[in-house]
């Protein structure tokens, strides 16, 4: 029996940033810097969130726009209709 070798890509994430900017949220918040550990926290959610939504993103365009049933209501241009729109607009 002979196995292939599969490519397999891991996303790896950094963790010691993330650590270090909570610890930086704490020490400012020990300092009695509650805005700028404020500032932190809300910097750290929306790196978050916006991780999250590029992911979910990534999952879901490709089912957008290659949807078989979307190309048979001729709902998607395709590439030359689309270079022939961008031709007459000139």
């Known amino acids: 029996m002979s196995e292939e070798a599969e ?7 950094d ?7 909570i610890r930086q ?3 400012k918040w020990a ?14 959610m929306n790196k978050r969130a916006d991780d ?3 992911v979910r993103k990534s999952e879901i365009v490709p ?3 290659n949807d078989p049933e979307m ?11 689309a270079e022939e ?3 007459e607009d000139v």
């Open 7 to 13: 490519n397999v890509e891991v996303e790896v994430q």
């Open 15 to 21: 963790e010691v940033g993330s650590q270090d900017a």
């Open 25 to 27: 949220m704490m020490d």
């Open 31 to 44: 300092d009695g810097d509650l805005a700028g550990a404020n500032d932190e926290f809300f910097a750290m």
């Open 52 to 54: 999250m939504l590029a």
């Open 63 to 65: 089912g957008i726009f």
């Open 71 to 81: 190309q048979k209501m001729g709902l998607e241009a395709t590439p030359e209709e």
């Open 85 to 87: 729109e961008s031709d």
